[in-house]
């Protein structure tokens, strides 16, 4: 039988798409609708404000269709208006629960927008609000804030001062996730160098020197120092540089290493922290839970503690690609080839959890009682991104020397 | 644009299927890699290839699809190509 060959070309183009957005820009010309409101869609509360007399402001309360009124004997012009909204959600027009309001609906809006146009030159201040729950005007500071400037605001704008509520809050950020700049330095965030995405696995101090762990092939070159220079998240972000190579063994032959193969205990090198980077020793950036697929930071885990795992216990990874994923030991000690290379690591640890390109250098932990016992750093998966593979922290401090990691 | 790949030689993944749908190769069906993230930025036009031979045990009907992992969620994936190996 013959044995032809068969080459298949895989082929892979990028192409940018252009999508041009549209806004439909006119306006009708006829007569303006009259305010009734029949749809299931939540009123618009300027409308119920000029048509229900005393009008102070619609929410749902435990589900049921609530407002306020200045006057609570007009609740005959708020079932009007409100009816086909309160059957929509399921009540009839009867069953709209009607509150005592102070003030109006257009008092408190004039009244919060003024509040607005000065409030934000004030430290410390969140938001301001219309708060249709509570018929009042609410205003935002982070804590430490004083409360007292925004009321003497409130008195100069001419606001009553029972019209004004003011509450600590947290400030309002945007997400920051593990792909951005984080300060300071944790384990699990992205670090760049020269073409190359990976993941921190974790501060540590090396004879006094802070630094930080990831992989050995997160370096310019795999085994040997090379003062390969770290960003994070990227060398194009300002001030992003945070640390230089400065430990990573070269691989050797024989001595248990396998036949025209060479090897190392672990895929792992240390970089120190340029003067002046903050760093958290001990912390690992956390996402909202495991398996989740989220990369966006909620928090930190403290490391403990260091150990090893056995086959069969429940281990994590947080990792700039794949966030927090968390699988079972399926086996521990195997001696393991990397794909396409003479490597060999020896006695390292497989997990069957989600892994993804760029999580290389990535903590592996336990978790008990909100507390990480480090177990070491990842390095690789299979191609499924299905199961990943560490090194064991052993391993690793066995290779890089004593190691302070918490 | 930007582009990232898995590895630091680009890692790709090569499927072959019979009429069945039985899987009869596949370039990366076994073995661990380094989830390293290449990344490269590429000029308007620019097209990358990757290629690998595998030799058919037996005539039939075949269909071939490639695969691109990088930190997508989900891999590039080339749509199926028919072909047949004659005897």
């Known amino acids: ?111 919060s927008q003024a509040v607005t146009f000065e409030a934000f030159e004030q430290r410390g201040v969140v938001f301001v609000d219309l708060d249709e729950a509570s018929n009042r005007v609410l205003v935002g500071v982070e804590r430490g804030a004083s409360q007292a400037n925004v009321h003497s605001l409130a008195a100069r704008l001419g606001v009553p001062a029972e019209a004004i509520v003011v509450r600590e809050t947290d400030p309002i950020v945007y997400a920051t996730t593990l792909q951005d700049q984080v300060r300071p330095v944790v384990a699990g965030v992205q670090i760049h160098f020269g073409n190359f995405l990976c993941s921190i696995g974790f501060n540590a101090t090396s004879g006094g020197q802070a630094s930080f762990v990831t992989a050995s092939h997160c370096t310019n070159r795999q085994g040997g120092v090379e003062g390969t220079q770290y960003f994070q998240p990227l060398a ?171 | 644009m930007e582009a990232h790949f898995l590895g630091r030689t680009v890692v790709f993944d090569i499927v072959i299927a019979r009429d069945d749908g039985t899987i009869a190769w596949r370039r990366l069906e076994k073995g661990v890699g380094p989830s390293i993230l290449q990344v490269r930025m590429l000029k308007p036009g620019e097209v990358l290839e990757w290629r690998d031979t595998w030799l058919a045990r037996q005539p039939a009907d075949y269909r071939a699809q490639g695969i691109l992992p990088s930190d997508a969620t989900e891999p590039l994936r080339t749509p199926w190509v028919n072909f047949t190996v004659t005897p």
Do not use: H
Request: proline fraction near 5%; aromatic fraction near 8%; glycine fraction near 14%.
């Open chain 1, 236 to 406: 194009s972000t300002a001030n992003s540089f945070i640390g230089t190579e400065v430990a990573d063994p070269k691989y050797f032959r024989g001595a248990g290493c396998p036949k025209g193969r060479k090897c190392r205990f672990s895929d792992a090198s240390r970089a120190a922290y340029a003067a002046g980077v903050p760093f958290a020793l001990g912390g690992i950036a956390a996402t909202s839970g495991p398996n989740n697929g989220s990369i966006d930071i909620t928090g930190t885990i403290a490391i403990t503690a260091e150990g090893d795992a056995v086959v069969g216990d429940v281990v994590n990874k947080i990792g700039r690609t794949t966030g927090w994923t968390q699988g079972t030991v399926s086996a521990t000690c195997v001696n393991t080839g990397v794909s396409g290379t003479n490597i060999v690591q020896l006695c390292q640890t497989f997990v069957d959890a989600g892994v993804g390109g760029g999580d290389s250098g990535s903590d592996v932990f336990a978790l008990a009682g909100g507390s990480a016992t480090l177990l070491g750093d990842l390095w690789g998966g299979n191609s499924a991104g299905t199961m990943f593979v560490y090194s064991p922290i052993a391993n690793i401090e066995s290779e890089l020397g004593p190691l302070t990691t918490f």
């Open chain 1, 1 to 111: 039988m013959s044995r032809p060959s068969t080459a298949v070309r895989l082929v892979a183009a990028a192409a940018l798409v252009a999508v041009a957005a549209c806004s439909d820009g006119t306006r009708s010309t006829g007569p303006e609708p009259t305010p009734v409101l029949r749809t299931a869609q939540a009123p618009d509360l300027g409308t119920l404000a000029r048509t229900v007399p005393g009008f102070g402001g619609l929410f749902i309360d435990n589900g049921v269709p609530t407002v306020y009124l200045t006057d609570v004997t007009k609740r005959g012009a708020a079932e009007r208006a409100l009816g086909a909204f309160a059957q929509s959600r399921g009540f009839a027009p009867g069953d709209i629960r009607v509150l005592q309001g102070r003030y109006a609906y257009g008092d408190l809006d004039r009244w």
